[in-house]
């Protein structure tokens, strides 16, 4: 069976045939880094990350490229506000989006261009545009001619005579058209500017990423993606930008659901108290992973903290099958040799499930299922049984960066190389204990216990002797 996506563009699920075989090139609409990120923002890092590791794991060659925003009317405003240069606050919040990533595991980008460092593919694009009468420059700012694309609207389905006033400018009659999009604005008092044959002025947002996506991954690419909430005006832009300057540009469109809470989309006024870096002091960065991604990409996901307690009991219930058949069978993984095979060394149930444009929800069950007859085979003392359950949950859970003892999860929860001392450590209070048993001193026994529990250590009799795990 072969991949099948979604495709915004066509309205239906279809078989992914990549440009050219055995490659497939991915342009992410990345952050316009106006503010730190909250939940509602990384959601799509997450998405596209599953998409990018499950095209690995089926032996495509990936050029992933997710871009910055780096100039925009709303990092201007902050900039104000603050009196600190525009570019401090694109940098500040950059390196947010960064650490926000990193945290929640997602492989970093091939390459992930900014805006501003782009200009001169922005201004050879407009100049095709112009030349070729799908754009014109008009007072300092240019602006693209919408009458002079016939399928303008195709991607979002709508038709022109529906649509409203773009809303891009302050001088409309500037404007053939209210709903022509401006593709460069003219220079304003305190405002950075480029130069351009058609004046000085700053990028609009949505030619950026028609030059940028170009520019790395060629006039025509696989997949382009990004928030729903992106598909118009933005996506419908780019897409009119580049067709109408004959590039073939994005050949499948997916677009991930969006984070509502109470039924609405996240605002900043909402997302404030779910910030990124906030929410990974009270929960760890792998659980806030496993609730973002657990969805089905293209399914809105209404937060509630119950849900994210929820989710996160979820992983731990992996997570503690995993440490402790570890434990049992060993830690050596199917590692390499596992993504060398690839697909071949997962259920099939759970290929099929991926390949159903990327059905994680089933993938998950699967998941689910294989723990459960690993726990099955650990509580039998079957080590063959528990071994392997073991390597195909190891290997399902590194397809959807979860794998609690891989990288960057296993190094964040080892403590490094204070992981045998404390080990060590603990194992003499067990064994104080164990001796207190011996002698019938039940007391002593217990406060030994809850004396490591008061410490963050949770110790478990097993029929293999007491185990230890860090409190979570
Ligand atoms: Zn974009």
């Known amino acids: 069976m072969t991949l099948r996506l979604y495709d915004t563009a066509a309205r239906a699920v279809r078989e992914f045939t990549p440009l050219h075989p055995g490659k497939a090139s991915l342009y992410l609409c990345g952050a316009t880094v106006q503010a730190p990120p909250h939940i509602g923002h990384i959601r799509s890092g997450v998405d596209f990350d599953i ?17 910055v925003t780096d100039i925009d009317d709303k990092i201007l405003t902050v900039a104000m506000q603050e009196e600190v240069p525009w570019w401090a606050v694109a940098e500040r919040n950059q390196r947010a989006f960064s650490r926000a990533y990193d945290a929640l595991g997602c492989l970093p980008p091939d390459v992930e261009p900014r805006a501003t460092g782009h200009v001169p593919e922005m201004i050879t694009l407009m100049q095709r545009l112009i030349d070729s009468g799908h754009a014109y420059p008009s007072g300092g700012d240019v602006f693209f001619d919408v009458h002079s694309l016939p399928s303008y609207g195709c991607l979002s389905g709508q038709r022109l005579e529906h649509m409203r006033a773009a809303g891009d400018t302050e001088d409309a009659s500037a404007k053939h058209d209210l709903r022509d999009f401006a593709l460069w604005k003219r220079a ?38 990004g928030g729903l909430d992106l598909l118009f005006p933005h996506h419908e832009n780019e897409q009119a930008q580049s067709h109408a300057a004959g590039d073939g540009f994005a050949r499948y469109w997916l677009h991930n659901g969006l984070v509502r809470i109470g039924g609405e989309k996240m605002s900043k006024s909402l997302g404030n108290s779910l910030l990124i870096d906030q929410m990974l002091t009270q929960i760890r960065p792998v659980e806030l992973r496993y609730y973002l991604g657990q969805a089905h990409y293209r399914s809105p996901i209404d937060y509630s903290p119950e849900a994210l307690a929820e989710s996160g009991a979820a992983y731990r219930r992996i997570e503690g099958f995993v440490t402790r058949a570890a434990e049992l069978a060993g830690s050596e993984l199917p590692g390499r040799e596992a993504a060398a095979r690839g697909t071949s060394s997962l259920p099939a149930a759970f290929t099929a499930a991926m390949d159903d444009d990327l059905g994680v929800p089933q993938a998950l069950a699967i998941v689910h299922d294989t723990v459960r007859d690993g726990n099955a085979a650990l509580a039998a003392g079957d080590t063959g049984g528990t071994a392997k359950s073991l390597g195909e949950v190891r290997t399902m859970l590194s397809v959807l960066g979860l794998d609690p003892l891989a990288p960057p999860w296993a190094a964040a929860e080892s403590g490094g190389d204070l992981r045998p001392v404390v080990d060590a450590l603990i194992g003499v209070a067990l064994a104080q204990r164990e001796a207190a048993r011996a002698r019938k001193d039940f007391a002593a026994a217990d406060a030994i216990r809850d004396q490591l529990l008061g410490a963050g250590v949770l110790v478990e009799d097993t029929p293999r002797g007491p185990r230890w795990e860090l409190r979570r």
């Open 51 to 67: 998409l990018v590791r499950w095209l690995r794991a089926s032996h495509y060659q990936v050029t992933y490229c997710r871009n």
């Open 188 to 225: 304003k008092p305190g405002e950075p500017t480029w130069p351009t044959p058609w004046g000085p002025g700053r990028p609009g947002w949505h030619l950026e990423c028609s030059a940028m996506s170009t520019k790395y991954l060629g006039a025509t690419f696989d997949i382009h993606g």
